[in-house]
T-cell receptor, first 115, second 113 residues
C-alpha cells in the first residue's frame, strides 16, 4: 500500500493559464476527496467522488474548476484561466466504506503558485 | 452549516510535559465524528485520533487523548509526554452526514527541548 499520491508536487503558472493536477488514491478506496488549503487556514472541501460519480461540490468550486474521476480510479482537478487567488495547496484524500467513519487518508498535496 | 473553531493559533510545550489543544464546534446533527489531524511542516496530514459522537468514552491513542464534551460541543486534544516529533500544525475536524471534513484553522504546536 503506497498511500495517496499527487502530481505534480509543485506547480508555478502564469495568470490565465490552465493547470491540471492528478491524484492517485489508495488502491480499492472508492471515495476520493479534494480540498484546498491556503496559508494559515485549515483545508476547505472542494468536491468528492464515490467511484466515478461526483456526489458533492462546494460553492468554492467555481465554473473554472472541474474534477473528474474516470473509471473510478485516479482523479484530475483542472483549473482554467488561473487567478492569483487560486494559489494554494490542493490536497487529495481517499477512503473506503470498510473503514470506520470513512477515515480519510491524505496525499502530500500539490502547491500551486499563480504569478 | 457546521463550523469548527480552534481558539489557540499557537501553543508551546516543554519536551516531556503535557499540553492541551482546544476545539469547539457547532452543529445541529446528533450523529457525527470528530478528528484531530497532524500536519508536520512540508509533510502530509495524518490522523491522530478519532471520536464517535455516540460514544461517551473519550478516545485514547497512546500519548494522545481527547476530552469530548458533547453538550458543550467541545473536543480538546491532550498530548502527554510531549516529544520533539509532535511539533506540527494540529487541525480539529468535524464529519457529519456529509462525508466532507470541516476543519478548524489549526493550532501550531512548538515543542521546546
Amino acid at each position: 500500500d503506497t498511500g495517496v499520491s499527487q502530481n505534480p508536487r509543485h506547480k508555478i503558472t502564469k495568470r490565465g493559464q490552465n493547470v491540471t493536477f492528478r491524484c492517485d488514491p489508495i488502491s480499492e478506496h472508492n471515495r476520493l476527496y479534494w480540498y484546498r488549503q491556503t496559508l494559515g487556514q485549515g483545508p476547505e472541501f472542494l468536491t468528492y467522488f464515490q467511484n466515478e460519480a461526483q456526489l458533492e461540490k462546494s460553492r468554492l468550486l467555481s465554473d473554472r474548476f472541474s474534477a473528474e474521476r474516470p473509471k473510478g480510479s485516479f482523479s484530475t482537478l483542472e483549473i482554467q484561466r488561473t487567478e492569483q487567488g487560486d494559489s494554494a495547496m490542493y490536497l487529495c484524500a481517499s477512503s473506503s466504506p470498510g473503514l470506520a467513519s470513512y477515515e480519510q487518508y491524505f496525499g502530500p498535496g500539490t502547491r500551486l503558485t499563480v504569478t | 452549516a457546521q463550523t469548527v473553531t480552534q481558539s489557540q493559533p499557537e501553543m508551546s510545550v516543554q519536551e516531556a510535559e503535557t499540553v492541551t489543544l482546544s476545539c469547539t464546534y457547532d452543529t445541529s446533527e446528533s450523529d457525527y465524528y470528530l478528528f484531530w489531524y497532524k500536519q508536520p511542516p512540508s509533510r502530509q496530514m495524518i490522523l491522530v485520533i478519532r471520536q464517535e459522537a455516540y460514544k461517551q468514552q473519550n478516545a485514547t491513542e497512546n500519548r494522545f487523548s481527547v476530552n469530548f464534551q458533547k453538550a458543550a460541543k467541545s473536543f480538546s486534544l491532550k498530548i502527554s509526554d510531549s516529544q520533539l516529533g509532535d511539533a506540527a500544525m494540529y487541525f480539529c475536524a468535524f464529519q457529519g452526514g456529509s462525508e466532507k471534513l470541516v476543519f478548524g484553522k489549526g493550532t501550531k504546536l512548538t515543542v521546546n527541548p
